[in-house]
């Protein structure tokens, strides 16, 4: 005899709510909430929804008001990366365009591999009042909505059509969100008269779940081969990124190059992976890298990437590994990634796979000459970050002058947070981080605005640190408004707002290229000759800021810097410190090159000379296609 099955009565809204409560992930033996509260900007997409289901249920999940729906899901992004991805938060939106503006943040998200959960508002599944405000028509397919963008920049995407869908929907969002391999932007569009529509959900879809996290350990066979590369290289090299922080191996690495002595450099995502001051860090690697890190890839015979996606800053557009039998072994929790750069797949956790390879390397070291070699690079690259940091450039400060009075203020704990622009290049060459989470620049989709929306979503994850934005003048005129955010909330940010009157960064790259900084200073139109090369705008950003509700402290000079970021640090409440610099003090050379094509044919002198200087750099590039033997 059958027994009826218990169940719940509610609308899809409160259902997601109420599932979303009750998740929970596990590594090592420890749980952590999933998805620990809800950002939202309501409208009527999702105001009698999810935005009812959240009044309804304050206590399962908070929820956070957001300015901007793209700063949101950046937001949710930092949040995610603080927690090593074992937690995120949930972003809801109205139809339209609330909804896409959140697309720019679903990319950012898949593109880092760090998981977010998107519920944009969905036009009505019955099309019992189409068209509605706000829907896309097209004639050729129904069926299609403007939330159809986010397919491809999502690692799962569905619409849920009906309320007893949410039961599949939701559990295989959890599946992918939680997954290391599969991670990112997790997309699922709510009808919103689905959302309001109400179903007898079975007791079992709320009990508490928990979705393990494994660390899968390296296949024997690929083991072995790739010790005994590694064991018959004379100047390996490691090359440590993102991934060895999400899975928290920097003990394990740090133990790892210790014992061997094969240097380590790091990507932008992995800059902390190793401390600065360990004996084997080498410093960043790539464009933005340090010459120290880039003479050892370019001698480098075998290269042990780990947790790295090989993009091209890390490459120098793979014109950096010049030894013709250079090999590469990739250990990543992905297949996609580990089987780049034709390497050996080591498929596997960062952490797993380092312990694999130190116990199968047990008594082997480097030879004592590339030991040597790379200390001594390493102290004179420091030798020139030092007085980068400390240079007294005249009579507006550089940039790293800038980055040097930071690094002198603030604690080993304390986060640095950027983005966008010529910031993340210095502090990939300059910055010296000891804790594996001090470091954030988000450097995968490098996008302009995430600075402050991401200080906030560190900060809100790790409410014990602190979290030290840095921002250029073009990233905060894109997103400013989370100051706004982080004020109603009571959450402390410190803002250093870096002022150079253009895009110092597309500048110096315009000028490398022939095309002579068009277009990136920020100056009135001149009548003369139609460009922007009048008067600079009268632009007060520091006044901006504090018309959003922050405490703003306007600098002059290194010594007023220093001031008035001391007092930042020691206030209590979000404080935006402003500091004008000079865009043409350059930082040092990292001497490795990107490829960024030149017109092939050109009037202007400057472009024709930089056409010839790329094809010179470009007879370089190697396709990395030969297998490991």
């Given amino acids: 005899m059958s027994t009826a099955r218990a169940t719940r009565r509610l609308t899809t809204a409160q259902a997601l709510v109420t599932f979303l409560s009750r998740q929970y992930t596990e590594r090592d033996g420890v749980e952590h909430r999933l998805i620990e509260g809800c950002f939202g900007i309501f409208g009527h997409g999702n105001v009698a929804g999810i935005g009812q289901a959240l009044l309804q249920q304050p206590d399962d999940l908070t929820y956070y008001q957001s300015r901007n729906e793209q700063a949101m899901v950046h937001a949710a992004v930092a949040f995610a990366r603080t927690r090593r991805r074992l937690s995120t938060l949930a972003c809801t939106t109205s139809v339209g365009p609330g909804a896409t503006n959140m697309v720019t943040g679903a990319a950012l998200a898949t593109i880092n591999r760090l998981p977010v959960l998107l519920l944009p508002g969905d036009t009505f599944a019955t099309r019992a009042a189409s068209p509605l405000l706000q829907e896309l028509e097209l004639p050729h397919a129904a069926d299609i909505t403007v939330n159809d963008v986010f397919r491809p920049v999502s690692r799962f995407f569905d619409r849920v059509w009906r309320p007893e869908q949410l039961l599949s929907a939701a559990t295989q969002a959890m599946r992918v969100l939680t997954d290391p391999a599969e991670t990112g932007a997790v997309t699922l569009c709510l009808p919103q008269d689905v959302q309001a529509e109400a179903w007898d959900f079975p007791e079992e879809f709320f009990a508490h779940r928990v979705w393990h996290v494994p660390r899968p350990a390296p296949d024997a066979r690929a083991l072995a081969a790739a010790v005994r590369l590694l064991r018959d290289a004379r100047r390996p090299l490691i090359v440590a990124g993102g991934g060895v922080i999400h899975s928290d191996a920097s003990t394990e690495l740090a133990r790892l190059s210790a014992a061997t002595g094969i240097p380590v450099a790091v990507t932008q995502a992995g800059k902390a992976a190793l401390p600065h001051d360990h004996p084997a860090a080498v410093g960043g690697i790539g464009h933005t890298g340090s010459p120290a890190a880039n003479a050892l890839a370019r001698e480098a015979d075998v290269v042990l990437g780990i947790g790295t996606r090989w993009q091209d800053f890390t490459t120098a557009s793979r014109t950096l590994f010049t030894d013709p039998d250079v090999r590469f072994v990739n250990l990543n929790i992905t297949s996609f990634d580990a089987a780049k750069q034709s390497g050996l797949m080591l498929q596997a956790d960062a952490r797993a796979g380092i312990e694999a390879l130190e116990d199968a390397l047990t008594g082997h070291t480097v030879p004592s000459a590339h030991r040597t070699r790379a200390r001594d690079l390493t102290n004179r690259w420091n030798a020139h970050t030092e007085a980068a940091l400390t240079t007294a450039h005249t009579p507006l400060p550089a940039q790293s002058e800038i980055l040097g009075a930071i690094r002198d203020a603030m604690a080993d704990r304390d986060v640095v947070i950027s983005a966008a622009g010529s910031l993340p290049g210095d502090l990939h060459k300059l910055w010296r981080p000891t804790d594996p989470l001090a470091y954030h620049v988000e450097y995968g989709y490098s996008c302009m605005g995430y600075e402050i929306a991401g200080g906030l979503g560190v900060k809100m994850a790790a409410p014990d640190r602190q979290a030290v934005v840095l921002v250029g003048d ?156």
């Fill in 474 to 629: 073009g990233s905060y005129l894109m997103m400013a408004q989370e100051i706004a955010t982080a004020v109603a909330e009571n959450i402390k940010l410190v803002v250093v707002l870096v002022e150079n009157r253009g895009y110092a960064s597309i500048g110096a790259l315009s000028e490398s290229l022939g095309s002579q900084r068009f277009g990136t200073r920020y100056r009135y139109r001149d009548e003369t000759s139609g460009r922007h090369e009048g008067e600079t705008l009268p632009v007060d950003l520091a006044a901006n800021a504090a018309s959003l509700g922050a405490d703003v402290l306007r600098a002059s000079g290194v010594d007023g810097f220093r001031r008035a970021f001391a007092q930042a640090l020691s206030a209590d409440r979000t404080t935006v410190v402003h500091i004008e610099t000079d865009p043409l003090a350059a930082s040092p050379s990292s001497q490795a090159w990107w490829d960024v094509p030149v017109a092939q044919v050109a009037t202007l002198d400057s472009t024709v000379a930089a056409r010839e200087e790329y094809e010179r750099e470009k007879g370089a590039q190697r396709a990395l296609l030969r297998p490991v033997d």
